[in-house]
């Protein structure tokens, strides 16, 4: 099959703003010779972002456990028996500690993350506590905490929170397989709220949860078709977890992983794509293909929420070998480098 027999593929100005993709095109582009999809990828990557640079974030479970929901991918549902206790809210000193480990490890962006259905507004002023904090150490601040209100998000926003996280998670079609405790439309609404009062969107979703192909395209159709498309887009691929209902859920292809990555980067060619959940399995030369299909940004440090990552020793070595370097960010108080950075150009220059 020649690449021109996939015209919707061909037709569209790569590297422009678009939000009227249509499935048949991301079907399409599915569908393009692998070497073909990178090419187009890479090509796309290159016009808006510097390709050796990788953007660093921490994540820390500020509030771990006992969530209401029924995620059927999440460990911390307290429905599902995974071995994860349900712990309190975290204290803002302890937090601030974890942030400044981070900071000192390399981290531009700090995510604080909670195992809510939604916050509550008694637990608000405590979250604007630590965002203020962490903000103060010269970090960029994210929080992931559930549903939103419209107040509650103007109150992150008045603390300076810059980014909120909120995932569409899958296809409009296979959401309903996933969760049932609250729909599409909720997520939809909660990321209204949070541009609405100015801050940045972070937002993707996981694959390898048993989707066909049409539903991964249809993940990307709703994120890319997003009023605004998300500043991050973290793609993650299912963790495991014993005890949760896709625990024992077909592996998906790996090929197929960094083609959905190239596919985001096509349709969101400004966007930060975050290679997010699921790196602790894969291999440096699938990170390497991911990052060569447009991926430039990555949770760093051992621990996601409750679920390993890579440890930082062979992240940094990673970077060396690949001559990446983190992402500087401009704050207020000037520009922060990632020290993973250094330490990956010092091992280069040794
Ligand atoms: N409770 C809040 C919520 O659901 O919005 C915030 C935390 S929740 C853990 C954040 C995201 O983590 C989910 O939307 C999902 O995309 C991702 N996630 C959770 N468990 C995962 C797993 N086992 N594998 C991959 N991603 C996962
Ligand atoms: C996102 O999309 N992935 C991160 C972050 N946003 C909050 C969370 C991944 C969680 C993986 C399972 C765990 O560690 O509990
Ligand atoms: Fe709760 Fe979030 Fe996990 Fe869903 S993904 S069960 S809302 S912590």
Redesign the pocket.
């Known amino acids: 099959m020649s690449v021109s027999a996939t015209p919707a593929a061909t037709v569209s100005v790569p590297g422009a703003l678009r939000h009227d993709w249509q499935q048949v095109e991301l079907l399409a582009l599915f569908e393009l010779p692998f070497p073909e999809l990178l090419h187009r990828a890479a090509s796309v990557h290159r016009q808006h972002f510097d390709p050796a640079e990788v953007q660093v974030s921490t994540l820390l479970s500020v509030k771990t456990g006992g ?1 209401p ?1 029924d ?1 059927a ?4 549902a307290q429905r599902y028996h995974t071995g994860v206790d349900a712990q309190k809210l975290m204290s803002t000193e302890a937090v601030l500690e974890k942030a400044r480990q981070a900071k000192a490890a390399g981290a531009s962006r700090f995510c604080m ?4 259905r939604s916050p509550k507004d008694r637990d608000i002023p405590k979250v604007a506590a630590m965002i203020r904090e962490v903000k103060a150490l010269g970090l960029e601040t994210c929080a ?3 549903m939103l209100s419209a107040p509650q998000a103007d109150a992150l926003k008045s603390a300076g929170l810059d980014y909120y ?3 569409l ?1 899958t296809a409009p079609d296979y959401y309903g397989e996933i969760i049932h405790t609250r729909d599409y439309q909720d997520r939809l609404d909660t990321l209204g709220h949070v541009r609405d009062a100015g801050m940045k969107t972070c937002c993707g ?2 694959v390898g949860m048993g989707e066909s192909r049409a539903q991964r395209a249809g993940l990307l159709l709703a994120l890319a078709n997003l009023p605004a498309h998300p500043d991050s887009v973290p793609i ?1 691929r ?2 495991q ?1 014993e005890g949760t209902p896709l625990h024992g859920t077909a592996e998906l292809d790996p090929f197929e992983f960094v083609r959905t990555i190239a596919i985001a980067r096509l349709t969101m060619p400004r966007s930060m794509v975050r290679l997010s ?2 790196r602790e399995s894969m291999s440096d030369e699938l990170q390497a293909l991911c990052f060569a299909a447009g991926a430039n940004s990555i949770f760093h440090g051992e621990k996601l ?1 409750t ?1 390993g990552n890579p440890d930082v020793e062979r992240d940094q070595a990673l970077f060396a070998r690949l001559g990446l370097r983190p992402m500087a960010v401009q704050v207020e108080s000037g520009t922060v480098h990632a020290d993973i950075v250094e330490t990956a150009a010092c091992e280069r220059a040794a």
């Open positions: 969530c929901e995620c991918y999440c460990p911390q993350g909670a195992a809510w992931t905490l559930g996280n909120h995932n998670d979703g996981i993650n299912l963790v977890v959940a699921g929420l679920t």
